[in-house]
């Protein structure tokens, strides 16, 4: 809470990084309702940034890469946890930036649609709506393949809540030259390429009170 205060008050930060788990504890857990509870207040801005699980195995190939996957598991095990105890829908004014396409959301959605709700009539979950909480995410595009990773997400939310992300310099610049190319030469997303690049970024911050052009 004392670092909340002086990086937005003494700093004047909009928001926050959040990472998808400390020593084990998860966003959404109730020990943390405090602090979501001041980020709401101030209207913050928060980017989930992933960590390795508190336990994983180490002598598989996913626990000497953590890009490969455990990052991308434990961000949606981060977000699954923030969709069982209804995060969004109980502080909807906060603002927060999902990496790396959505991670393993858009595979997910359907899965944690079907059993929400037997979940929470058998008391290991909130009752929540899977949708309404989804639906104020943004999502970066950081450190995965796209186009085909960008349908996927796309499917569970729009191209107004899509912002750029590259992921460096933990992804090499050519890598991300390579990524962009693929993009801006896919006519499929011809349309929607100012709105990721600066436009949704620019009205997000804005939202938040921070004086950025949107032109």
């Avoid at 009752?127 to 995410?137: A, F, G, K, M």
């Avoid at 960008?150 to 933990?170: A, C, E, K, Q, W």
């Avoid at 190319?181 to 949704?200: A, M, T």
């Amino acid at each position: 809470m004392d670092e909340i205060t002086y990086s937005m008050d003494t700093l004047g930060a909009l928001g926050v990084k959040f990472p998808t788990n400390a020593n084990g504890v998860y966003p959404g857990d109730p020990k943390l309702d405090p602090v979501m509870e001041e980020l709401n207040r101030r209207k913050a801005l928060v980017i989930i940034h992933p960590n390795r699980a508190h336990q994983a195995p180490k002598d598989v190939i996913t626990g000497k890469v953590a890009a490969l996957f455990e990052y991308p598991a434990d961000t949606t095990r981060a977000l699954l946890n923030m969709i069982a105890h209804n995060i969004m829908v109980r502080f909807p004014d906060i603002r927060f930036v999902i990496p790396h396409t959505g991670s393993f959301l858009p595979f997910m959605y359907q899965r944690m649609k079907g059993v929400s709700k037997i979940l929470a009539m058998n008391g290991l979950m909130d009752e929540t709506n899977v949708d309404d909480n989804i639906r104020s995410l943004y999502f970066d595009i950081a450190g995965d393949p796209e186009p085909n990773q960008l349908d996927m997400l796309l499917s569970i939310t729009n191209d107004d809540h899509i912002v750029y992300g590259s992921d460096f310099p933990h992804s090499p610049a050519k890598i991300i030259e390579m990524k962009k190319r693929d993009l801006e030469h896919s006519k499929k997303w011809e349309s929607i390429l100012p709105k990721i690049y600066g436009e949704n970024g620019a009205r997000l911050l804005t939202d938040i009170g921070a004086a950025v052009p949107l032109s």
